[in-house]
Nanobody, 123 residues
Framework: VQLVESGGGSVQAGGSLRLSCQAS????????VAWFRQAPGKEREGVAA???????VYADSVRGRFTISKDSDKNNLSLEMNSLKPEDSAMYYC???????????????????WGRGTQVTVS
């Protein structure tokens, strides 16, 4: 099982980025998949998640600005990030695995499979 994130980078405030997470070794179709982020000196926090039925959950801090989506045929998870703010700067991770619920997002810290992350810097 492998999750590989890409798409991070540096952007000015107000800009946009699209993160991608490619899964291999199993299909994400049946599982909950999520994006987390962690800034230096801060705890890891859930950003957004999507379940096997396509239901989504967002952190209050990103709702209306970020959109999570998945392409189960391509085994790919995406996070479209718009109107970026400096406080969005962090390492972003994707995670996947079975979960009975997406809420609260913090419960998804227990997902078994994680990528290594992609850095997002907003200045």
């Amino acid at each position: 099982v492998q999750l590989v994130e890409s798409g991070g980078g540096s952007v000015q405030a107000g800009g946009s980025l699209r993160l991608s997470c490619q899964a291999s070794g199993y299909t994400i179709r049946r599982y909950a998949v999520a994006w987390f982020r962690q800034a230096p000196g801060k705890e890891r926090e859930g950003v957004a998640a999507i379940d096997s039925d396509g239901a989504t959950v967002y952190a209050d801090s990103v709702r209306g600005r970020f959109t999570i989506s998945k392409d189960s045929d391509k085994n790919n998870l995406s996070l479209e990030m718009n109107s970026l703010k400096p406080e969005d700067s962090a390492m972003y991770y994707c995670a996947a695995g079975p979960s009975s619920s997406l809420s609260p997002l913090s419960r998804l810290n227990g997902l078994p499979d994680w990528g290594r992350g992609t850095q997002v810097t907003v200045s």
